[in-house]
């Protein structure tokens, strides 16, 4: 089966139902067998994040298709939001879920990021792994200044864009194309309800602090069940497994007389990362993965 | 989309790999959509489990050609190896896995029981969900005696076959048609050579001898590795789940001082039955299966 790739345009439009609507059909209906799996919008923020699923070469056209209906579509002279934004379509990454790699996407992030720039004199930028420069790798690099300030941020010779024109697009100024590991919202609830035992567990496992590569976490306070939670964003599920954060915050928690209550996954989770922790627990010689009847349709009917 | 169902055939090669792939390839090729999913092979059971999934009809042809190819190949005269069998194909379920229903199964078992005794002058025994008469739903006791005894057996009029002749096939026995839910085939290997060991814990777990209802369970060496095996049928991962009897293993393994080496799946499994494991360990608060990326897509195409 094709290598199958997330891809999680951030689009600067979260008030005008039908026309979120339409740049979502946009890009669907460029390619076959792309589909989309969540549309999220917020009017404060006034964007939207839709999560297409789909092959390589198929996703670059629909995103293609969808730059091009957003730029038809959004006017960010006229636009607000409580969400900082460099562009029409302000953020693009590409995420390796099955079959795929890293450098899969990176190259998915320039591909689409040549062709945005060549088609639509878009100004593009290459961000995370796809990167082209360390002071690129963070996405609050590049669109500090936002797209009022994005004019004279790019006449300095450090912003020229990766791709595209020095100067930005007039109404859809530049977008941001990347590419980053699946991103897993996980929380642990813990029963007590004193947050200092929730922020000294967060404070040990996070990388800021001392803990794990990939883990970002915080302790946050459960008013209506009076609990705690460590609430973690692991940014790298492969190399730091949810099963390997889960034991130590079990270990942590009981060095302080307090049970782990039960855990949860937040929105979508790639199976990979659960099939890990399966194969971890029940000490799994090989990776279950290939022998997943719901993956051998998958393939079948894809 | 048409019923999916799949067949899961049993064969008493797990050596000659050429012979094995040639059994399955007649299968395929004699029925034009279906498609072999998953073969696995073993060694030491001589044995080779192949996986197979399409409609009813063109999966009683396949099977047809797949048995009629094994019995050119495969002579139980002279075959040995761990696992018990009494035909050169052993077994063969019918399981249904999308739009299908066990009656479709059952009625499938039957019509190939009766092609395979005309065609081959193979007696057949019907069992599980297809059986007729309730001391042949369990495989065990069909299979009771194995090849080398099955003409002695036969002679009892209770084990008259429910297809062909009243006498073994001179090298290919006889061969087990059904229909049953999902199996999963699921391993622990253990760090002894003591074969002693992992017949005690089989005992302990399986149904027949006081342990879990859906668990089948028995003792086999592995030469090659020098280890033993607690080689499990799992007959409802639903109701009795992996992890519960992974547990169980490593408890009694202890006891004896042996440390559990690691566990391994034959052939396919639904992804439900891993995900409950993942669940278990991280405590998971809700069953995780409708937040897999993986699913979405799936519901989509199908």
Redesign the interface.
Known sequence: MAA?I?CIPNVSEGRREDVVAAIATAAVSAAPGV?L??RTSDADHNRSVLTF?GEGEALVSAMTALVGAALDAIDLRKHAGAHPRLGAVDVIPFVP??GATAADCVALAKTLGRTLADRYQLPVYLYEDAASRPDRENLANIRKGEFEGLAKKMEDPAWKPDFGPSTPHPSGGASVVGARAPLVAYNI?LATADLAVADRIAKAIRHLSGGYRFVKAMGVKLEARGQVQVSINMTNFEKTP??RV?ETVKSEAERQGVA??????V?????AA??A??G???????D?GP????????E???
Chains 1, 2 share one sequence.
């Open positions: 199958l997330e589909v799996l969540d699923l879920v099955r609830n949810l099963h889960f782990v209550v039960g855990s949860e996954i929105g979508l989770v790639p199976q659960l099939l922790a399966a971890h627990y029940l000490r799994l010689e090989a279950p022998q997943v009847l719901e993956n051998k349709l998958l079948r009917l894809s």
